[in-house]
């Protein structure tokens, strides 16, 4: 037989239910028993159900469901069968029989399925009328109406914590499915960046004609091709962010003053990021400012790090930067944020540009 799937609400109250029946009902049938034996006539069926009450009791606690449901069966049929020798008013039905009886058929209602349950409730109530006689039938019926009710309570909130558990298990699927939508846009955002910095440089290149050999216009080609390939290929590892700051420096159009502070690893995405918009700052500089030289500092901050890349060439007014331009805005800002830091740019016409980078586990 296939087992039946359950969310874990619904398998938490079933386990709950069930560890808690067996211990209620040892309990209750003990308290029931002694006060059965203070009001009994008759001394010796008594006390021995008492003895049966309280060893079906160890079972309920510390025995397993076979055992637990057998000795609570037991016990049942033994009170009420023994009704004629313990009840305190001849011709009633005895309370102690009846308590249990209750007590016994509600708990079940909370273990077993009706397929078990219904059997054996028949089998008490069959012996209860043979003990009791007429005075029986109005506990019959109380019985089989309130271990009705419990097992309808029972279903109603098994019901209520699949409920659960079915809007937990959407609301789970609608935030995954968010989280690979932004993760897709994440990447849409990067890869646009990506051809920024790459094939729009090197086509910008070619079309100005600061270069017309086809051999360096071929490895330009390759390495943009080479960037493109590897960003699918990135893996958020620990990285060493100034190794590939010092890479980056290498071989700059303008000279570089670079100023290293110790900086802990960061992760391989967040490094790639930084790189990549320090990359583009540095391209920017060489291209637009007129500067002599750029500097580049590398510090460390509250867990994280921080670039800072500061030329004092012409500088630029922020506010007139079109929106189509995807250099600052794409391939610093955005990318900075997308990788869960900042980027602040600081420029006016004639006092440089300072363009700060920053990420934090915070």
Same mark, same amino acid.
Do not use: K
């Given at each position: ?204 290149? !070619?079309?100005?004609?600061?270069? *017309?050999? +086809? /051999?360096? #216009? =071929?490895?330009?080609?390759?390495? @943009?091709? %080479? ?66 030289? !750029?500097?580049?500092?590398?510090? *460390?901050? +509250? /867990?994280? #790090? =921080?670039?800072?890349?500061?030329? @004092?060439? %012409? ?48």
């Amino acid at each position: 037989m296939t087992a039946i799937a359950r969310g874990p609400v619904e398998a938490q109250f079933r386990a709950s239910v069930t560890r808690f029946a067996g211990p209620a009902r040892a309990v209750a049938t003990a308290f029931v028993g002694i006060f059965g034996v203070v009001a009994a006539p008759a001394a010796f069926p008594a006390f021995g159900l008492l003895a049966l009450t309280l060893a079906a009791g160890a079972a309920d606690v510390f025995g397993g469901r076979r055992t637990s449901f057998a000795l609570s069966m037991l016990r049942a049929a033994a009170v009420v069968a023994c009704q004629p020798w313990i009840t305190s008013v001849p011709g009633e039905a005895s309370l102690w029989a009846v308590n249990v009886l209750t007590i016994t058929a509600i708990t079940w209602q909370w273990e077993h399925p009706p397929r078990l349950t219904v059997p054996a409730l028949v089998v008490l109530l069959t012996v209860g009328t043979a003990a009791g006689g007429g005075d029986w039938l109005p506990v019959a019926l109380r019985v089989v109406v309130e271990s009705a009710l419990a097992r309808l309570a029972f279903v109603l909130l098994v019901r209520s914590t699949a409920r659960t558990d079915a809007v937990r298990a959407e609301q789970a699927a609608l935030e995954r499915a968010e989280a690979l939508g932004r993760d897709r846009r994440r990447r849409e955002r990067e890869y646009l960046a990506l051809l920024h910095d790459t094939a729009s440089a090197t086509f910008l290149t !070619v079309a100005s004609g600061a270069t *017309a050999d +086809p /051999g360096a #216009v =071929a490895g330009y080609a390759a390495r @943009d091709l %080479a960037i493109l390939t590897a960003s699918h290929r990135e893996e958020d590892t620990p990285a060493d962010l100034e190794a590939g700051l010092r890479a980056t420096l290498a071989g700059r159009a303008l000279p570089v003053e670079a100023v290293w502070e110790p900086v802990p690893l960061i992760p391989a995405s967040a490094a790639l990021a930084l790189v990549r918009a320090t990359e583009e700052a540095l391209r920017n500089a060489e291209r637009h400012s007129g500067a002599d030289s !750029v500097s580049v500092r590398l510090g *460390a901050l +509250p /867990g994280g #790090v =921080a670039v800072t890349i500061t030329d @004092d060439g %012409a500088g630029f007014d922020l506010a007139e930067v079109s929106p189509a331009r995807r250099g600052v805005r794409g391939s610093v800002v955005e990318r900075m944020r997308t990788a869960g830091g900042t980027a602040e740019v600081t420029s006016s016409p004639g006092a440089g540009t300072t363009v700060t980078l920053r990420w934090s586990r915070a």
